[in-house]
């Protein structure tokens, strides 16, 4: 079994970074897509960005040109760069690798 775990959320005031780290417990990811959800309260859980193991990318229009998804050489870590954070941005972010694993969510808090 597929493990996924992420870290670097935290709180930080609008207009600031943070980088989301998630890494795979074994190599089978290296041949998945990989990519970031976030649920914030009352919502629904929504896709991010996403990253093929080629490495094409593609964001939600919300955060296009302000987060940045890559992976590492490995390919057994994904990142997202977050930029330019807004208040709406809060939600906890969740990872996943191919359509079966998923991670334990990181929370995100955005503070105007």
């Known amino acids: 079994q597929v493990q996924l775990v992420e870290s670097g959320g935290g709180v930080v005031q609008a207009g600031g970074s943070l980088t989301l780290s998630c890494t795979a417990s074994?190599?089978?990811?290296?041949?998945?897509?990989m990519g970031w959800y976030r649920q914030a309260p009352g919502k629904q859980r929504e896709l991010v960005a996403r990253i093929t193991n080629t490495g094409s990318a593609d964001y939600t229009d919300s955060v296009t040109g302000r987060f940045t998804i890559s992976r590492d050489y490995a390919k057994t870590t994904v990142y997202l760069r977050m930029n330019s954070l807004k208040p709406e941005d809060t939600a906890v972010y969740y990872c996943?690798?191919?359509?079966?694993?998923w991670g334990q969510g990181t929370q995100v808090t955005v503070s105007s």
């Open positions: 074994s190599d089978e990811v290296r041949v998945l897509g």
């Open positions: 996943y690798a191919g359509s079966k694993y």
